[in-house]
């Protein structure tokens, strides 16, 4: 065989790969990349013994919370936020329930309503105030009426309002009186310029009607204006019972304050 011709690739191996496999040192930067392959490997396995660690534990206080309350937990304050009304008028706290008598003037949409200032639970019964110009946004205004006379003290009951052709306006109510019969009271704006109608004035010759004979001192109550009729005068209906019956009073008045009982 002449050493100058080329080995044959059978000839070559067995001397050559030895040599070629031969480790060589590894460069600095492939040691410096181990450790750290080392390092995270380290870091991971204990990022993963933290995670069942923390989801065990999640999973026993979730057991325990729910076996106590199966709802999820608000606070008193949250709970009060998201049960507000979006768009019906709600006072900021505290009872209010019918509504008695809603007027447009200069402006303004008006709405009176049954009001307790002091709880959350019926009592004081006032009439409360508030305006809106798109009957979205609503704006408190002073309580219009409170229990001052013999007449109202045990409460400033339900009524209506009414806006007269001229532009005068009143309102009726039911006072509950003294000796808690119901008398039927007529109030007045002190000044009708004022958009905002925020102060009223009782009218010296309240209560304006007396209970009817044949029907319960307690059973008479929220006078709602009507509508005038083709005789020219003005009616209003009343609410009262006998015996289990409901009862619609009827009455009409041509000066507003006269009453006169229909049937
Ligand atoms: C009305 O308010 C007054 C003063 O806060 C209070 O003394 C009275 O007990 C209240 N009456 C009712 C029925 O809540
Ligand atoms: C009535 O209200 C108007 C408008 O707010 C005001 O300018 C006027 O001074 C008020 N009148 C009285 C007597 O208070």
């Not at 080995?7 to 930067?29: G, N, Q, R, S, V």
């Not at 402006?107 to 110009?133: E, R, T």
């Not at 059973?219 to 709602?224: E, K, Q, T």
């Amino acid at each position: 065989m002449r050493t100058t011709e080329p080995f044959t690739d059978i000839e070559h191996k067995p001397i050559h790969i030895p040599l070629l496999d031969h480790p060589k040192p590894p460069p600095p930067a492939a040691v410096t990349n181990r450790l750290l392959i080392r390092v995270q490997s380290c870091i991971t396995i204990t990022s993963v013994s933290l995670f069942f660690i923390s989801a065990f534990l999640l999973i026993i206080l979730y057991q325990q919370t729910s076996t106590n309350s199966a709802l999820p937990r608000y606070s008193q304050s949250d709970r009060l936020t998201w049960e507000r009304t979006a768009f019906h008028f709600q006072r900021a706290k505290n009872f209010i329930y019918d509504p008695n008598g809603q007027l447009f003037h200069m402006g303004w949409y008006h709405l009176f309503y049954q009001y307790n200032p002091y709880a959350p639970v019926w009592g004081n019964m006032s009439w409360g105030h508030a305006v809106s110009k798109d009957m979205i946004n609503w704006f408190e205004l002073p309580v219009a009426l409170v229990p001052t006379d013999w007449y109202d003290i045990e409460g400033v009951l339900s009524g209506s309002t009414t806006v007269l052709p001229n532009g005068h306006i009143f309102a009726l109510y039911t006072g509950n009186a003294n000796d808690f019969s119901q008398l039927q009271c007529k109030v007045v704006p002190v000044n009708l310029s004022d958009p905002l109608l925020v102060e009223w004035v009782k009218y010296d010759g309240n209560p304006i009607l007396y209970t009817p004979v044949g029907i319960g001192l307690k059973d008479y109550r929220d006078p709602s204006t009507v509508w005038t009729g083709p005789d020219g005068k003005h009616r209003m209906i009343m609410g009262s019972k006998r015996g289990s019956t409901g009862l619609v009073l009827v009455y009409h008045t041509t000066d507003y304050t006269n009453y006169v009982f229909v049937g």
